[in-house]
């Protein structure tokens, strides 16, 4: 077999310098600003109100990291850049 690139031309790269960096199943900013705040307003409180409501984001971001894992990098960059797209 022939090959038509030059010696040296392809570089092997290691998996992890590609693959988006989770914790918990989620982009880990998003996860440690959840669970930050969770435990921001359940210890201060002593209540535990907030924790179904820092597993429902937790589940809603889960779900959008099975189907981008880069989705919250996206949102960040949409919200930061609105202006710059009206019409």
């Known amino acids: 077999m022939i090959n038509d690139e030059p010696e040296g031309f392809r570089i092997p790269i290691h998996q992890s310098l ?3 960096h989770l914790m918990a ?10 669970w930050t705040f969770v ?3 359940s ?3 002593r209540t535990w109100y907030a924790i179904p409501l820092g597993v429902f984001f937790h589940t809603v971001a889960y779900a959008a990291a099975r189907r981008d894992p880069q989705f919250w990098d996206v949102f960040r960059r949409a919200i930061l850049y ?5 019409v």
């Open 39 to 41: 435990v921001a307003l």
């Open 43 to 45: 210890l201060p409180l």
């Open 82 to 86: 609105r202006v710059l797209y009206r």
């Open 18 to 20: 590609t693959i988006e």
């Open 25 to 34: 199943g989620i982009p880990r900013t998003l996860c440690i600003v959840i």
